[in-house]
C-alpha cells in the first residue's frame, strides 16, 4: 500500500493506523524496508515455524565461545547453524558467501549471521584444507 497509493476496493477496510504509516513513510519521517518471509525474525512469535527453522531461530549464543562466531545456512527449507572460527573470515570460499550475503541482506542483520546457501556448501567450504 506505501509503495503503490492508488486506493482498491480491497484496501478500503484497512485501519487507520496503516494510513498513518503510509503517511508518515511518504514525509520520509520513517523509511519501510523489505524483508523476505524467511528472514522474519518475528515469525518465531506469530506463528508455527518447521522444526528445524525454529531450532536454528532459538538456539542460544552460549555454545559460541571466544574465537568463533554463529552462522545460519540458509537456503529455501534447509536450514543449519554452524560455528565457525574467526581465521575465516580470511577464507576465499567464505568470502564469496558473505559478499552474496551482503548482496542479499545487507549490512543491517541482526544476531547469527544468515548466509544464503544450502548447509552441505557450507559445510564443504569448512571441510577443505585451509591453505
Known amino acids: 500500500m506505501v509503495k503503490n497509493p492508488i486506493h482498491h476496493q480491497r484496501t478500503k477496510h484497512i485501519a487507520i493506523k496503516y494510513h498513518f504509516i ?7 519521517q520513517i523509511q519501510l524496508e523489505y524483508y ?6 518475528v515469525d518465531i ?3 508455527a515455524l518447521p522444526r528445524i ?5 532459538t538456539a542460544g549464543q552460549d555454545d559460541v565461545m571466544k574465537g568463533y562466531f554463529a552462522v545460519l545456512a540458509i537456503k529455501g527449507e534447509e536450514t543449519k ?5 574467526l581465521d575465516y573470515l580470511n577464507d576465499p570460499a567464505f568470502l564469496v558467501l558473505l559478499n552474496e550475503a551482503q548482496e542479499e541482506y545487507g549490512f543491517r542483520q ?4 544468515a548466509l544464503s546457501c ?7 567450504i569448512l571441510d577443505a ?3
Open 36 to 41: 523476505m518471509t524467511k528472514d522474519q525474525v
Open 22 to 28: 503510509k503517511e508518515v513513510e511518504a514525509n520520509k
Open 110 to 113: 541482526q544476531g547469527v549471521l
Open 81 to 85: 547453524r554452524f560455528i565457525i572460527g
Open 129 to 131: 584444507p585451509k591453505a
Open 45 to 47: 512469535f506469530i506463528k
Open 53 to 57: 527453522k525454529y531450532r536454528a531461530t
Open 118 to 124: 544450502r548447509p552441505q556448501e557450507l559445510q564443504k
